[in-house]
């Protein structure tokens, strides 16, 4: 049998019985529907927290020890001996954060102030969009300079960029003048929604003005090189600290880049139950192809028997009734495709997934389509002719 005869009896089964059919696709809509909008669902909390991630900057090794403890601080003077003795350390740079107040005319807004020096850059990832970061001769002279984010920025002049213009930041009960050296996206929109609203902005200063270079830091941020290891790196700082560095107590040093790690593979995981789930949807709509194909099988016993009698070999048969699912499931696919992405684009366009997934639906629906008709497909194919006609 040719393959245009094949086609013209699947279609005629498609025609006979229009409102199973019409069901059917729709059953495989509705599956494959629920499927895009449950993994565009998944793909798009996992780009939020990718994004989030990368908006908050710290990578590489957060060390730090135990506040009342004895001995030498884990002062900037001793995180510059330290970055110069352990191998693998590019970049490290102290930390110490403070409350504050931060004004300009009768805009103010509360926020934490973190004293940082040069290597603010190297360790963490920040995403500059005008001006620079404190150099080392600011860092050193104590300068009042000021890096602020986007959002803030926005709150106090009405505008992104504010390079150059001061604002006044209370500090230690006395309030100061700054010049803003550099804008920085907003570490905290990585928080979104309500978080990002209540969360305090950061304001990064030259470290000098928070904290002396013998007084003890909050956190030192350490960068690692890219051919070190960060483990082994991490113990060396340990060792270092309690023996050459005389500091007392526990030292901790927490691998970020690690913790970032787990936590990608846990949205991946996430993303993995996402689809998992739409594709149980797209599995039980699939059951309503697979019960209306053997009733049809069933229906149709004498047009088999005809068939086979007039010399259509079993397999060509099979090849009508799997035809008949691919075609049926297919269409559907099409349209609950296209009904669930102007849905998404409609209401929640940001939800819109790759063009990859998109056009793999289709696609997936008719190869389900020819899974679920494979069964009455051989059924019916199996049939003896002599005994079909006489049904």
């Known amino acids: 049998m040719k393959y245009r005869d094949i086609l013209r009896f699947s279609l005629h089964g498609i025609r006979r019985s229009p409102l199973r059919s019409l069901l059917?696709?729709?059953?495989?809509?509705?599956?494959?529907?629920?499927?895009?909008v449950i993994a565009s669902l998944g793909l798009?909390?996992?780009?939020q927290v990718e994004n989030g991630l990368a908006l908050i900057g710290v990578s590489g090794l957060a060390v730090s020890t135990d506040e009342n403890a004895s001995g030498a601080p884990l002062s900037a003077a001793l995180t510059e001996r330290m970055a110069q003795a352990v191998p693998g350390i590019?970049?490290?740079?102290?930390?110490?954060?403070?409350?504050?107040?931060?004004?300009?005319?009768?805009?103010a807004s509360g926020v934490v102030l973190v004293g940082a020096d040069e290597n603010l850059g190297e360790v963490m990832q920040l995403e500059l969009l005008a001006g620079?970061?404190?150099?080392?001769?600011?860092?050193?002279a104590g300068a009042a300079v000021a890096v602020v984010g986007?959002?803030?920025?926005?709150?106090?002049?009405?505008?992104?960029?504010?390079?150059?213009?001061?604002?006044?930041?209370?500090?230690?009960?006395a309030e100061r003048v700054f010049t803003v050296c550099g804008v920085i996206k907003a570490q905290t929109s990585a928080l979104g929604g309500m978080l990002s609203?209540?969360?305090?902005?950061l304001v990064y200063l030259p470290y000098g003005l928070l904290a002396s270079e013998s007084e003890r830091a909050d956190q030192v941020f350490?960068?690692?090189?890219?051919?070190?290891?960060?483990?082994?790196?991490?113990?060396?700082?340990?060792?270092?600290l309690t023996t050459r560095g005389q500091v007392t107590g526990t030292v901790y040093v927490r691998s970020?880049?690690?913790?970032?790690?787990?936590?990608?593979?846990?949205?991946?995981?996430?993303?993995?139950?996402?689809?998992?789930?739409?594709?149980?949807?797209?599995?039980?709509?699939l059951l309503g192809v697979f019960s209306s194909m053997l009733s049809a099988a069933h229906e149709r016993t004498s047009e088999i028997g005809i068939l086979l009698a007039l010399g259509a070999q079993k397999r060509d048969i099979r090849r009508i009734f799997l035809t008949e699912a691919v075609l049926l499931c297919a269409a559907g696919g099409v349209f609950g495709l296209l009904s669930a992405w102007g849905a998404l684009k409609a209401a929640a366009s940001l939800l819109l997934p790759g063009w990859r997934l998109t056009a793999a639906l289709p696609l997936l629906a008719a190869v389900c389509g020819g899974a679920a008709g494979l069964l009455p497909a051989v059924r019916a194919s199996r049939m003896n002719p002599i005994e079909a006609m006489r049904r």
Not at 132 to 140: D, E, F, G
Not at 197 to 201: H, L, T, W
Not at 222 to 240: F, K, L, N, Q, T
């Open 222 to 240: 350490v960068a690692c090189s890219s051919s070190a290891d960060p483990d082994a790196v991490g113990r060396s700082i340990s060792g270092y």
């Open 44 to 47: 798009f909390g996992r780009r």
């Open 24 to 36: 059917s696709a729709l059953s495989v809509a509705v599956g494959t529907g629920a499927l895009l």
């Open 256 to 285: 970020i880049s690690g913790a970032v790690e787990t936590v990608e593979r846990l949205t991946s995981l996430g993303t993995l139950l996402f689809f998992a789930i739409g594709g149980i949807a797209l599995f039980v709509s």
């Open 132 to 140: 620079a970061l404190p150099s080392r001769a600011q860092v050193k």
């Open 150 to 173: 986007d959002d803030l920025a926005q709150r106090l002049y009405g505008r992104t960029n504010i390079t150059g213009r001061e604002v006044r930041v209370t500090l230690g009960g």
């Open 197 to 201: 609203a209540v969360a305090p902005d």
């Open 90 to 107: 590019a970049a490290a740079s102290p930390v110490r954060a403070v409350g504050g107040t931060v004004r300009a005319g009768h805009r």
